[in-house]
């Protein structure tokens, strides 16, 4: 793994430590596939590729703060 995907995961990362704290998602780690990441959202584990695990967390968390 490279250096950007190793910043992306820790962001990614970070960014779902914050959203579980706030009960927005009810678990997350790492994915089967070393540029995967798992959410739990609604109940459902979802598998998403880093880039796009970053956008949902990031809109997850900015939809929330908004509201």
Partial sequence: MNV????????????????FHRKLISGFGDGPDVNEYQIVFQGKPRHLPLEEAHTFLVNLLFNNQVN
């Fill in 4 to 19: 950007t995907k190793a910043a992306l995961r820790k962001e990614v990362h970070y960014l779902a430590e914050e959203a």
